[in-house]
T-cell receptor, first 114, second 114 residues
Framework: DSGVTQTPKHLITATGQRVTLRCSPRSGDLSVYWYQQSLDQGLQFLIQYYNGEERAKGNILERFSAQQFPDLHSELNLSSLELGDSALYFC?????????????FGPGTRLLVL | AQSVAQPEDQVNVAEGNPLTVKCTYSVSGNPYLFWYVQYPNRGLQFLLKYITGDNLVKGSYGFEAEFNKSQTSFHLKKPSALVSDSALYFC????????????FGTGTRLLVSP
């Protein structure tokens, strides 16, 4: 158990809908990262937050947004969902934001868009 | 562009034999390299990382990795494979971007036969 929790574990929804994925980092960790794992794209970095502020953006679509709250949990919002958004979404956390930090991953949320 | 490559989709090894999972990187400057393992229906688990110093890095579950700057490689090794080592292994790099965005390889499936 990494100490990073994600809810829900599974999510089934329809095209055009909006969903929110939630992540609670390890106790004391200030950085939260979101990744998408799909069969065709592999593991891709989406976005990073550090202590409530956005720090880095990767291959995140404009239909997706995220935020980190004062209690350091984070939410990833996916809107106008398309079939291709079906994937496993991982959250990871680390104490700071440095390159030397180890990221600890949550179990993921499996999203299926029908 | 900075990248991490895993040239083998799958590696097969018999239990008790040594195993190697290959990873090469392409980055300007000094890379920070990580190995993660993913078991079915689980998140990624941290195995080990190279930051600086000794080229041979020891990690969890008896795994080790050798950083080779001249060959730009960071191969994962274990002297004696276990059936329970069967999983998906990811090499990742934290590049010199100022903020840590992991770039992942495509993953290598390790199958250890009894």
């Amino acid at each position: 158990d990494s100490g990073v929790t994600q809810t829900p574990k599974h999510l089934i929804t329809a095209t055009g809908q909006r969903v929110t994925l939630r992540c609670s980092p390890r106790s004391g960790d200030l950085s939260v990262y979101w990744y998408q794992q799909s069969l065709d794209q592999g593991l891709q970095f989406l976005i990073q937050y550090y202590n409530g502020e956005e720090r880095a953006k990767g291959n995140i679509l404009e239909r997706f947004s995220a935020q980190q709250f004062p209690d350091l949990h984070s939410e990833l919002n996916l809107s106008s969902l398309e079939l291709g958004d079906s994937a496993l979404y991982f959250c990871a956390s680390s104490f700071s934001q440095g390159q030397r930090e180890t990221q600890y991953f949550g179990p993921g949320t499996r999203l299926l868009v029908l | 562009a900075q990248s991490v490559a895993q040239p083998e989709d799958q590696v097969n090894v018999a239990e008790g034999n040594p195993l190697t999972v290959k990873c090469t990187y392409s980055v300007s400057g000094n890379p920070y390299l990580f190995w993660y393992v993913q078991y079915p229906n689980r998140g990624l688990q941290f195995l080990l990382k190279y930051i600086t110093g000794d080229n041979l890095v020891k990690g969890s579950y008896g795994f080790e990795a050798e950083f080779n700057k001249s060959q730009t490689s960071f191969h994962l090794k274990k002297p004696s494979a276990l059936v329970s080592d069967s999983a998906l292994y990811f090499c990742a790099g934290g590049m010199n971007t100022g903020f840590q965005k992991l770039v992942f390889g495509t993953g290598t499936r390790l199958l250890v036969s009894p």
